[in-house]
């Protein structure tokens, strides 16, 4: 195999994007697991959809709406999820469904290009940009530089809320913090695998590895390899076999969690 893909800038450009998502991605995406709120993804990245919508309408750049309607979103299903009242799953039907309502309303009121759209909704990592790989760059080494600061005190509240309240841990700023870590992560994520995939990045490297690991730290460092393994392999495999570059990065990380899950078994037999 020629290294033809590397005489296109456009796909090394989809390559360092794929390569920073697959790092930023299970970075949070390990404390979100832990937490047990893996549909998190899917309701944050609803609200994005409603971001690349205004982005779109206004003409203004859809990765940073999206950004900054996904954190507005982390934070309202977080301060839900808080309260006594709310469950976590409540909380995040009312994101999933007020994200895509207000996406759809704001794409009404314009004349917004269904391929333009498409390229958020399902992808279109071969169409990033300069601006989109310094947005993308900014955010995963933002999102990787806090969580392995600050890990120690984010593995303590996912590990178990009560004992960090009582370990004097402001519990409630650490989880808004993890839902805003995950909201910049899905934003970043949207143009490499798209909105209707992007919970994807969070969850499947995470849950492939777990299966294999004994250590939160040998997770975390799996997970996060196994994400960067995924992303450039998809889009390797998508471009010499002129597949959808999307599709192809979630499947690889879907055989990597059965591939585990085989392993795994196969030792709990033996």
Known sequence: MSLEILEFDFMIRALIAGALVGMAAPAVGIYIVQRRLSLMGDGIGHVAFAGVAAGLLLGISPILLALAFAMAGAITIEVLRSRQRT????????????????????????????????????????TVSVADLWVVSAVAAFVVLVCFVLRKHLFAIAYDEEVARVSGLPVRGLNILVAVLAALAIGATAKVVGILLVASMLILPVAAVQQLTHSFRATTYASIGLGIVASIGGLVVAFYADLFPSATIVLLSILAFVATSLISRTKLIG
Not at 99 to 126: C, E, H, K, Q, R
């Open 87 to 126: 469950e976590s799953d409540i909380a995040l039907a009312l994101v999933f469904y007020g994200g895509i309502a207000g996406g759809v309303l704001l794409l009404g009121l314009g004349d917004v290009s269904t391929i333009n759209l498409n390229s958020y909704l399902f992808g279109s990592v071969l």
